[in-house]
């Protein structure tokens, strides 16, 4: 499996963007997708998931303003960013979780909110 993310970028505070993040390869390994965020000097946290149900799961500090979401057909999936802060300013990074194998991780995308 391969993931590929791409979507980041500069925004006022207030404002929105969409992250996606396509997946090839052997798709049928894959059980849930989710976004994570790194800022500098801090851990990487969970930001959303979705699983292959649809059953999503949000980091409190982004309940209401984020979105995560998924296109079968396209084999990707999308994390809607609304009302954005400076505190959202990381990288983000996408992740599949699969049955009986190791995780796999996208490369990043920057995202950086300005006040």
């Known amino acids: 499996v391969q993931l590929q993310a791409y979507g980041g970028g500069l925004v006022q505070a207030g404002g929105s963007l969409r992250l996606s993040c396509a997946a090839s390869?052997?798709?049928?390994?894959?059980?849930?997708m989710g976004w994570y965020r790194q800022a500098p000097g801090k851990q990487r946290d969970l930001v959303a998931t979705?699983?292959?149900?649809?059953?999503?799961a949000y980091a409190d500090s982004v309940k209401g303003r984020f979105a995560i979401s998924r296109d079968n057909a396209e084999n990707t999936v999308y994390l809607q960013m609304n009302s954005l802060k400076p505190e959202d300013t990381a990288v983000y990074y996408c992740?599949?979780?699969?049955?009986?194998?190791?995780?796999?991780w996208g490369q990043g995308t920057q995202v950086t909110v300005s006040s």
């Open positions: 992740k599949a979780t699969r049955v009986l194998y190791s995780d796999i």
């Open positions: 390869g052997f798709i049928a390994s894959i059980n849930a």
């Open positions: 979705i699983t292959n149900g649809g059953t999503t």
